[in-house]
């Protein structure tokens, strides 16, 4: 009796330690299928967002393109500058498509953009708004340049740096090449940020700013502008 008692117990325990296991191997098992469901979910939406980045270049790149196909078609004085300029734009959208992975040229109309695709998730839906966006942004910074360009008369003192002056007041610019009343426009080309203003004074430099217009064209924490681009506007 006691040897059958004992046997018993033995076997309670092995039953025991066994269902312990399944159930750890369940829970296992649940834990591994959440996490790849998870993985599966932040593919998906990385994708979207891939394809919504793309969607953006593509479209801005098409709005560039129907631009400069609208300058050539109907031109005026200021189209060659404002084309130049755009064609710029087009090579800047091309290399962030190749960047971003994008298939390197295409462009689409504006009513294939923001017209949300079906299944595709919020996230893909923004960054789509972004590419634009950010494609769109160059183009209308480009499209001021353009205007502004055609507006200047040549570029002058190549190769010059343009620092600041120290001095106070509206912006202005002095000058040892251009009398006073000189407009000239000051283009810091490492941030593309440019400021027309009028030589008041003389200095040793061809375009020396003071610190109101400096701080037009700066890049924070610089006080020297190694790649400048200045023009005589009148």
Do not use: Y
Request: with cysteine; charged share 20%.
């Amino acid at each position: 009796m006691s040897r059958r008692r004992t046997l018993g117990t033995k076997k309670k325990i092995a039953l025991l330690v066994g269902a312990a296991t399944m159930a750890g191997g369940g829970a296992f098992v649940m834990a591994n299928a959440s996490n790849a469901a998870q993985t599966t979910q932040d593919a998906r939406t990385k994708a979207a967002q891939d394809a919504g980045v793309c969607q953006g270049l593509a479209t801005a790149l098409g709005n560039n393109q129907r631009f400069i196909e609208g300058q050539r078609a109907d031109p005026d004085a200021q189209s060659q500058a404002r084309i130049e300029n755009r064609e710029a734009v087009v090579a800047e959208i091309e290399r962030k498509q190749a960047a971003s992975g994008c298939a390197v040229g295409e462009s689409a109309q504006d009513s294939q953009t923001g017209r949300p695709q079906a299944g595709q998730p919020q996230a893909g839906q923004e960054a789509g708004q972004a590419g634009q966006e950010a494609g769109q942004d160059t183009g209308d910074q480009a499209g001021d340049r353009a205007d502004g360009a055609a507006q200047t008369g040549e570029q002058v003192c190549a190769g010059s740096t343009v620092t600041l002056s120290g001095e106070g007041g509206a912006p202005a610019a002095s000058s040892n090449q251009f009398p006073v009343g000189t407009r000239l426009r000051v283009t810091n080309l490492d941030n593309d940020k440019s400021t027309t203003v009028e030589v008041n004074s003389v200095s040793g430099s061809c375009a020396l700013l003071n610190d109101a217009a400096f701080e037009q064209v700066r890049e924070e924490g610089k006080f020297l502008i190694r790649r400048a681009l200045i023009e005589k506007v009148s």
